[in-house]
């Protein structure tokens, strides 16, 4: 669980580090970019634990796909509330779709 919970944290700086500033358009793009690169460091001090607890209980590929999935529900929320820009069908269908990836991701064949 505490790896699930790093990764959801990690996401959401990571998410605002890289969509964040497209709120600030008219701001300078250095800023932008010197800004998303301090918010990224506060998303690998949570991702690195994250990665480093979780390998054993999971797979390398297992924590990617936990980790896509994380990023896919917090941006959703993300683009909804902070964007405001609505989810359409064709969005929800793809994210769906990946959560059949988890399926087989983490079904032993």
């Not at 990764?7 to 709120?23: D, E, V």
Request: with cysteine; aromatic share 20%; net charge positive.
């Amino acid at each position: 669980m505490a790896t699930v919970v790093l990764l959801t944290i990690s996401n959401i700086f990571m998410t605002f580090a890289w969509y964040g500033h497209l709120k600030y358009k008219s701001s300078p793009l250095w800023i932008a970019i010197l800004l998303s690169w301090l918010i990224a460091l506060a998303e690998y001090c949570f991702q690195v634990p994250a990665n480093r607890i979780g390998h054993g209980l999971f797979t390398a590929a297992q924590l990617k796909t936990i980790q896509e999935v994380i990023t896919l529900a917090v941006f959703c929320v993300f683009s909804v509330f902070y964007l405001h820009e609505g989810l359409k069908w064709n969005y929800i269908v793809g994210f769906v779709m990946m959560i059949g990836a988890v399926f087989f991701i983490f079904t032993k064949w």
